[in-house]
C-alpha cells in the first residue's frame, strides 16, 4: 500500500510538542537541581555495577527480609529507571528517597548479603560483591562506601602537559545531501554513523573491522532501503571517513528541521560472550539535567520546536523547554519499540534490548531521537554478521521498516 504523506501529517509531532509549550507558558517551577544520575544498573551473578553520569556523595547499603531484598542509598545521586538483573538478583527497581538520595532495591532470588564493595578510580561506578548466605545470617546493617576524594580536588597548578584540542561544535558545518523524493512534505530521517576520523571507535579482535567503518557501511545500507522505498528523505551526518563533535551531529539534524534521528554505534565489551543489540533512548534524570543546563545558557534565545523563547523569563524557558523535551523523549521510546520489533525479525536483540542513557547524540530537545547499538565488535559473530553483505542488508530493512511505520502511525493518528 502506498502512503501519501502530507506536510499536515508530518507536523503532526512538531505540532503537539508546541501546543505543549504554549500551555506552560503561565506556569513556574524550580530547575532542578544537578547531581550524579545513575546512568546504568547490571546484576549479573555475584556482582551488581551501577554507574553514574556524574559524581555522587557516596552510597550505602542495607538488607531486608519477607522478602529477601537489599537496598542501596545513594547520597547526592539521582534516580533513573529500573535495570538488568540475572543471578542471585531477579528484579530491580529505583527511586528517589529524598531530594539528596536515590534509592535501589534488589529483589533477590535467594538470601545473600553485600561483602565488599567499592568506587572505580574516577569516582562514576560502583562495583558491589554479594555472596549467598542462610536465611539467619542475613546481617541488618549497613555498609558505607565512598567514592575517591581525590576526583573533588582541584589539579596542579604547575605542571606541563600535551593537549590535543577535539574542536568545538559550530553551526557553520556543512549540511549533507537529501536523498529520496523532492517532496518537502515527506518525513526526513537523519542517520549517524558513529565516530570517524582520528576516532576509530570500538577495535574488534576478531579481523580488525573499526567501529567506524561498520557504522558508516550501516548507515549507507539504511539509507539506500529508505530511498528504493521512496516514503522518506534521508540525510547522513557524515559519509565518509569524517570527525564530527558529538554536539554537531544531532546539530545537523536540528538545522535540518529532521523528524527523526538515528545514531548507528557497535559496541565492546570484556566479556567476548556478549552480543545482540540494543536500543538507547535518553533517560528521564539525563533530560532533567539538559533541560537545566540549556535554560541556564546564555543563548537560551534559540527557537524551541517553533517557539522563540527570546523574551521568557528564566523559569518560563525552563518549563518550555522541559515539556518540549519529555514529548520528543515520549516519541524517541515509542519508537525504540517499534524499531525493536521490526527489526527483532532480522537480527538478534540483547534480554533487555531498550535501555536509557544520558549519551550527547540524545539531547536535541525537539528531534525524537534513538542510539542504536548494533551488535558487540567483541562478539565473534556479531563481527561476522555486521560485516557482512547479508548482515547489513537484514539491519537496513529492519530498520527501514520502523522507520516506515513510525511515519505511518502518526499519519494514521493525524
Same mark, same amino acid.
Given at each position: ?134 536465611? %539467619? ?55 549517524? /554513523? ?13 579481523? %580488525? ?9 550501516? /548507515? ?27 554536539? +554537531? ?40 539535567? +539538559? ?9 537560551? /534565545? ?5 517557539? %522563540? ?20 523523549? %515520549? ?10 520489533? +521490526? ?13 536509557? /542513557? ?57
Amino acid at each position: 500500500m502506498k502512503i501519501n504523506w502530507t506536510k499536515k501529517g508530518r507536523g503532526l509531532h512538531k505540532r503537539t510538542m508546541a501546543l505543549a509549550t504554549i500551555l506552560a507558558s503561565a506556569l513556574l517551577t524550580i530547575n532542578p537541581a544537578l547531581a550524579g544520575s545513575i546512568s546504568q544498573i547490571e546484576a549479573n551473578g555475584s556482582q551488581i555495577t551501577i554507574s553514574f553520569d556524574d559524581l555522587v556523595e557516596g552510597a550505602s547499603t542495607f538488607s531486608l527480609v519477607g522478602p529477601d531484598r537489599i537496598a542501596i542509598d545513594v547520597q547526592g545521586g539521582k534516580a533513573g529507571h529500573g535495570g538488568y538483573a540475572n543471578g542471585i538478583v531477579k528484579a530491580v527497581r529505583q527511586g528517589q528517597y529524598d531530594p539528596n538520595t536515590a534509592r535501589i532495591v534488589f529483589d533477590l532470588d535467594r538470601p545473600a548479603v553485600i561483602t565488599d564493595g567499592s568506587f572505580s578510580d574516577d569516582g562514576k561506578s560502583l562495583k558491589l560483591r554479594l555472596q549467598s548466605v542462610g536465611q %539467619n545470617q542475613i546481617a541488618i546493617g549497613r555498609l558505607s562506601f565512598l567514592p575517591p576524594v581525590k576526583f573533588r580536588a582541584e589539579p596542579p597548578k604547575n605542571i606541563y602537559s600535551v593537549k590535543v584540542p577535539l574542536g568545538k561544535p559550530l553551526d557553520s558545518v556543512r549540511l549533507p545531501k537529501i536523498y529520496g523524493p523532492n517532496d518537502l512534505s515527506r518525513p526526513l530521517v537523519v542517520i549517524d /554513523a558513529g565516530h570517524g576520523g582520528h576516532d576509530p571507535g570500538a577495535i574488534s579482535p576478531h579481523g %580488525n573491522a573499526r567501529e567506524k567503518n561498520v557504522t558508516l557501511a550501516i /548507515a549507507r545500507a539504511i539509507r539506500d532501503r529508505l530511498v528504493a522505498g521512496g516514503r522518506v528523505r534521508v540525510a547522513l551526518t557524515r559519509d565518509s571517513d569524517e570527525f564530527l563533535v558529538l554536539e +554537531e551531529r544531532y546539530g545537523i539534524a536540528r538545522r535540518l528541521d529532521a523528524d527523526l534521528f538515528m545514531s548507528i554505534h557497535a559496541d565492546a565489551a570484556g566479556n567476548e560472550a556478549a552480543s545482540g543489540a540494543t536500543v538507547y533512548t535518553l533517560s528521564e534524570v539525563a533530560s532533567d539535567r +539538559e533541560a537545566a543546563k540549556l535554560a541556564a545558557r546564555e543563548n537560551k /534565545a534559540n527557537i524551541i520546536n517553533g517557539i %522563540n523563547l527570546g523574551g521568557a523569563t528564566h523559569d518560563v524557558s525552563s518549563i518550555l523547554i522541559d515539556l518540549t523535551q519529555r514529548e520528543t523523549m %515520549n516519541v524517541s521510546a515509542d519508537f525504540a519499540k517499534l524499531l525493536h520489533r +521490526e527489526s527483532s525479525r532480522q537480527m538478534t536483540f540483547r534480554k533487555i534490548p531498550h535501555r536509557y /542513557a544520558s549519551f550527547v547524540v540524545l539531547k536535541a530537545p525537539d528531534t525524537p531521537s534513538v542510539l542504536f547499538e548494533t551488535g558487540y565488535l567483541t562478539n565473534k559473530d556479531d563481527v561476522e554478521f555486521l560485516n557482512s553483505r547479508q548482515g547489513r542488508t537484514k539491519v537496513a530493512a529492519g530498520v527501514a521498516s520502523a522507520i516506515e511505520s513510525h511515519f505511518a502511525r502518526k499519519l494514521a493518528m493525524r
